[in-house]
C-alpha cells in the first residue's frame, strides 16, 4: 500500500531562511506525488506535483520539491522563507491508475520574525 | 471562478442522530472525493466517484457512512447514530478527467463536525 511519511511535526524557521519540509514515501510502483498547502481554516491548495516528467518542480509561491527514486524522497523547498508561509503543508501520493490520496501528517510551520 | 462548495461549514449534533453533509464540485469535473481530517488520524480517504462509475468505497470506517452524487454532481455524505469519534472536518474534493495523470485535486473549505 502506498504511503508516505513527514517527519517533525512542527517546524520553526526564521522569516528569510530556508524552507525545508522532507516527506518520503513508500509505494510498490512509481507514484505520483504532491504537496498542498492548508491555511488556516481553509481546504488544501495544491502547490505543486510530480507527474514524471521531471524530476525537479517549481510550484506557485516560490516553492520547489526533487523526486529522488533512489532515496524514494519528494522534499520540499523554498529559498526564503516568508511570514505568509506559515502554514501546514502536507505530502500526498496516488498510484498510477487510483486517484486516492495517500496523506503524511503534516508539517505546521511557524515562521518567527 | 467558482470552487467547490461545502455546506454547513460548521455542525454540531448530539450522539447517535444522523448528519448530512453537502458538497458542490466544480462545474464540469466528472471525479468527486470525500476525506476526513481528524487530530489522531490525519488526513484520511473516504470514498471516490468518477462519473458513472461504481464509487469506491474502500475508505469509508463503517457501515454508518453513505454517500452518493446525484445527477453527477452534487454529493451527499451522510453519517447515521453518530459517534465521538465521527468528530472532525470532512473535506470534498473534485477533479477534472484528463487523459493523462494525474489529475490535481480541488478542495472545499470543509465542514467541521462536532458531537456531543
Known amino acids: 500500500a502506498q504511503s508516505v511519511t513527514q517527519l517533525g511535526s512542527h517546524v520553526s524557521v526564521s522569516e528569510g531562511a530556508l524552507v525545508l519540509l522532507r516527506c518520503n514515501y513508500s509505494?510498490?510502483?512509481?507514484?505520483?506525488l504532491f504537496w498542498y498547502v492548508q491555511y488556516p481554516n481553509q481546504g488544501l491548495q495544491l502547490l505543486l506535483k510530480?507527474?514524471?516528467?521531471?524530476?525537479l518542480v517549481k510550484g506557485i509561491n516560490g516553492f520547489e520539491a526533487e523526486f529522488k527514486k533512489s532515496e524514494t524522497s519528494f522534499h520540499l523547498t523554498k529559498p526564503s522563507a516568508h511570514m505568509s508561509d506559515a502554514a501546514e503543508y502536507f505530502c500526498a501520493v496516488s498510484e498510477r491508475g487510483n486517484n486516492r490520496l495517500a496523506f503524511g501528517k503534516g508539517n505546521q510551520v511557524v515562521v518567527i520574525p | 471562478g467558482a470552487g467547490v462548495s461545502q455546506s454547513p461549514s460548521n455542525k454540531v449534533t448530539e450522539k447517535g442522530k444522523d448528519v448530512e453533509l453537502r458538497c458542490d464540485p466544480i462545474?464540469?469535473?466528472?471525479?468527486l472525493y470525500w476525506y476526513r481530517q481528524s487530530l489522531g488520524q490525519g488526513l484520511e480517504f473516504l470514498i471516490y466517484?468518477?462519473?458513472?462509475?461504481?464509487?469506491?468505497k474502500s475508505g469509508l470506517p463503517s457501515d454508518r457512512f453513505s454517500a452518493e452524487r446525484t445527477g453527477g454532481s452534487v454529493s451527499t455524505l451522510t453519517i447515521q447514530r453518530t459517534q465521538q469519534e465521527d468528530s472532525a472536518v470532512y473535506l470534498c474534493?473534485?477533479?477534472?478527467?484528463?487523459?493523462?495523470?494525474?489529475?490535481?485535486?480541488?478542495f472545499g473549505p470543509g465542514t467541521r463536525l462536532l458531537v456531543l
Open positions: 474534493a473534485s477533479s477534472p478527467w484528463t487523459s493523462g495523470g494525474p489529475e490535481t485535486q480541488y
Open positions: 510530480y507527474t514524471s516528467a521531471a524530476t
Open positions: 509505494s510498490s510502483v512509481p507514484p505520483y
Open positions: 462545474s464540469g469535473h466528472t471525479a
Open positions: 466517484f468518477q462519473g458513472n462509475s461504481a464509487p469506491d
